[in-house]
Nanobody, 128 residues
Framework: QVQLVESGGGLVQAGGSLRLSCAASGRTFSSYAMGWFRQGPGKEREFVATITGSGGNTYYADSVKGRFAISRDNAKNTVYLQMNSLKPEDTAVYYC?????????????????????WGQGTQVTVSS
């Protein structure tokens, strides 16, 4: 059974940084894309970032480009999201996702329907 466990969320002041981690278990994920979505209070769920299995391609939402960086460690079945220059509008529950899809583009990455597994989420709160 696939399990995704997020960690690293918390409360931070605007301008600060956090690093989210997602440990995957239940199978080998090295060939699967891994990423992050988020849902803020009263907002729709939105794409944040995705990294392909080899780590060769990354995709970001425009709202986080230049501030967030996604990476992965296939030996640990773990994906990371380094979040810098955080803003109050980044406040959300952040969900780790995994996709078995082999074909990627920025449009595909932003489609929640392309992801097969979702974590329970970790809360990130940015105070002004």
């Amino acid at each position: 059974q696939v399990q995704l466990v997020e960690s690293g969320g918390g409360l931070v002041q605007a301008g600060g940084s956090l690093r989210l981690s997602c440990a995957a278990s239940g199978r080998t994920f090295s060939s699967y894309a891994m990423g992050w979505f988020r849902q803020g209070p009263g907002k729709e769920r939105e794409f944040v970032a995705t990294i392909t299995g080899s780590g060769g391609n990354t995709y970001y939402a425009d709202s986080v480009k230049g501030r967030f960086a996604i990476s992965r460690d296939n030996a640990k079945n773990t994906v990371y999201l380094q979040m810098n220059s955080l803003k109050p509008e980044d406040t959300a529950v952040y969900y780790c996702v995994v996709s078995r899809s082999l074909w990627w583009s920025s449009t595909v990455a932003a489609d929640p329907g392309k992801y097969n597994y979702w974590g329970q989420g970790t809360q990130v709160t940015v105070s002004s």
